[in-house]
């Protein structure tokens, strides 16, 4: 038995383990009538059997004694010793301090990539546009033709985010011929920087080394401290422990497991930045063309290919297809004959630079319905993220941490040149909005976030928890126009359909193929989005680098889609537990044995699922 299948089985018997641990926390999907669209700020309840629990507990005579004393001082110290040992290893990354020139380059960098994208460096534009190759028909033969170097694969990417930037470096490097339609306008600076994990290093080292050298050197290592899980509030008893706010709960390192595979170190990049390396150094110039959207295509059959139409009419002719558009994917609305809707606007990827608030308080309501016709899942909770431009005081020590809580929880992580980006995650239905700007209130979102993580001695939230001061440093720091709030959807982790080609190749069919968001949408808690986003790149053009004939095209793309089906679902599979789980947390931390084995459960488990996150096999 090799190491992949080894650590997947580990993997899985962890799953099984949490999952009976976290049973009746698990929220159900969320259904949400038309009546419910209107929503301002309404939080939901924890339910099923988490909310009986909490009832039953809150019916209890209080024994005020037990919830005396104070947290263990163990439980404050940023760097256990565990972790300090990993980071002392001679191949793990030297931290390197926060400084005013460090900050100056990677802020630097990310102003040149913005000033490039708002120029349309490297796009395909003029001259380049209306001489493309896309433009021009091939006769083929029925039955298809063989490719050669003269006459390569002919690739189309649909979306020009991650995905399909690095699916077509992934085509390029094989000697195909690639291009990318993105729906945006310009490759704008927004969203924050994305963690870059070891896998998707290797991943992306393995299609362009140069890619590879220039992101490591403009990313900022995250593998060099620690990370974990906090206690927002002060929570538990003498019976089950004492936790005071901000108090750790599980305390783990990125770089062991990464060591142990020989993994690069994870590194956080500014998305302008990734965006202008991949176009700059793993793309030809004029490979991606804005202002596209493919909106529908025709498979000719076979092995003649595909003839893809633009919005505006626009033909583009090609041997294959990708849909790399993101989760609500015109792509893979036509490849799995889904609602009329369900091909909606992206709010994340390239195009989500374009959405100011007005338009999305109106993405927010009709998501709901697009949602319900691309037979996505609501996961629960509304985000509101920010990157602020402040220096965590924890900086040093940490680089990721999350502080939970009943009905939401707080992420942060660092974001390279004393900069912090931010999740807070609310637990309530889908569709809602915050109220607009006025005299008397010009901030609603701060005004709300400032409510919901009231810090220690200011009463505390709508519960009376007082939180760690942590989450109000960072919202404070961040301005109102800064923050965006979205719904976050995601996909089953396998696919529940009677139709024996979706089960047999759930995200391919003749020349058209999925990957990324399109295929495999999953919350954020792991940060393996976009990483696995990248190892389907990895795969798909080793896949198709194998094709000889037209009419093999099927098969490859075929095997592509059964090699990573199960890797992402059971990917997705933890990222729904976990996200599922935090906001039950802190009911967790007053159960007598329970939540001591619990923690003890979780802090042995994350050695091992991010040795199944880091591997190099894809």
């Known amino acids: 038995m090799g190491r992949f299948e080894k650590y997947t089985i580990g993997c899985l018997m962890v799953a099984c383990l949490v999952g009976e641990a976290i049973a009746f926390s698990t929220p159900q999907q969320t259904i949400v009538s038309s009546t419910q669209l209107n929503v301002i700020g309404q939080q939901a309840e924890s339910f099923g059997p988490a909310q009986a629990i909490r009832k039953f507990k809150d019916a209890l005579p209080q024994i005020d004694w037990l919830a005396e004393g104070h947290g263990s001082p163990d439980n404050k110290v940023n760097m256990p010793n565990y972790v300090k040992k990993v980071l002392a290893q001679p191949t793990a990354p030297k931290r390197e301090n926060e400084s005013e020139d460090r900050t100056h380059r990677i802020r630097s960098r990310y102003q040149e990539a913005a000033a490039d994208a708002a120029a349309l460096k490297g796009m395909c534009v003029g001259e380049k546009d209306e001489q493309a190759w896309w433009r021009q028909p ?42 990318i339609f993105e729906q945006a306008s310009s490759y704008a600076p927004y969203g924050g920087p994305i963690q870059i994990q070891s896998n998707a290093l290797r991943a992306i080292q393995r299609i362009s080394p140069k890619c590879y050298e220039e992101l490591v050197e403009a990313g900022t290592v995250t593998a060099d401290r620690v990370s974990g899980l906090k206690i927002g509030y002060r929570k538990g008893n003498k019976l089950a422990g004492l936790y005071d706010a901000g108090d750790w709960l599980v305390r ?217 001061p942590f989450a109000l440093e960072l919202i404070n720091a961040s301005s109102e126009e800064d923050i965006k709030r979205r719904d976050l959807y995601d996909g089953a982790p396998l696919l529940a359909t009677p139709d024996v080609q979706r089960l047999w190749s759930p995200w391919a069919k003749g020349p058209v193929a999925l990957c990324g968001d399109a295929a495999h949408p999953m919350m954020p808690n792991l940060g393996q989005g976009g990483c696995q986003a990248t190892e389907d790149s990895f795969r798909l053009g080793e896949e198709l680098g194998e094709v000889t004939h037209t009419k093999n095209i099927p098969g490859a793309l075929g095997k592509y889609s059964r090699v990573r089906v199960i890797r992402t679902a059971i990917i997705q599979g933890f990222a729904q537990l976990g996200s599922d789980l935090l906001v039950d947390f802190d009911l967790m931390m007053t159960i007598p044995l329970l939540g001591p084995f619990f923690l003890k459960m979780t802090q042995l488990s994350m050695p091992w699922i991010l040795r199944f996150l880091y591997t190099s096999e894809f």
């Open 252 to 468: 783990f390192d990125t770089i062991g497991p990464a060591l142990e595979a020989g993994l690069p170190a994870t590194v956080v990049v500014d998305r302008p930045v990734i965006q202008q390396i991949m176009v700059k150094h793993g793309l030809p110039e004029g490979t991606v063309r804005i202002k596209s959207r493919i909106q529908s295509y025709e498979d000719l059959g076979d092995g003649r290919g595909i003839v893809a139409t633009l919005e505006d009419g626009t033909k583009a002719y090609a041997d294959v297809l990708v849909g790399a558009d993101g989760i609500w994917s015109q792509i893979r609305k036509i490849l799995h004959g889904l609602g009329e809707g369900a091909g909606g606007f992206a709010a994340s990827g390239a195009a989500g630079g374009a959405i100011d608030d007005k338009e999305a308080r109106k993405l927010a309501r009709d998501t709901v319905k697009i949602a319900a016709q691309a037979d996505r899942r609501f996961s629960g909770f509304t985000c509101y993220a920010a990157l602020a431009p402040h220096r965590a005081s924890n900086i040093e020590d940490v680089s990721y941490q999350i502080l939970l809580g009943e009905k939401k929880y707080f992420v942060s992580t660092d974001g390279g040149g004393e900069r912090q980006q931010w999740f807070a995650l609310i637990r309530e239905p889908a569709g809602g909005v915050d109220p607009e700007p006025t005299p008397e209130d010009p901030t609603p979102k701060l005004t709300r976030l400032r409510k919901e993580f009231a810090a220690i001695g200011s009463g505390g939230d709508a519960d009376g928890n007082e939180w760690d």
């Open 138 to 179: 091939i006769d083929i033969p029925a039955g298809g033709r063989a490719v050669t170097k003269e006459e390569p694969l002919r690739v189309l990417v649909a979306g020009g985010g991650l995905a399909g930037l690095v699916t077509a470096a992934a085509c390029h490097a094989k000697g195909m011929k690639v291009a």
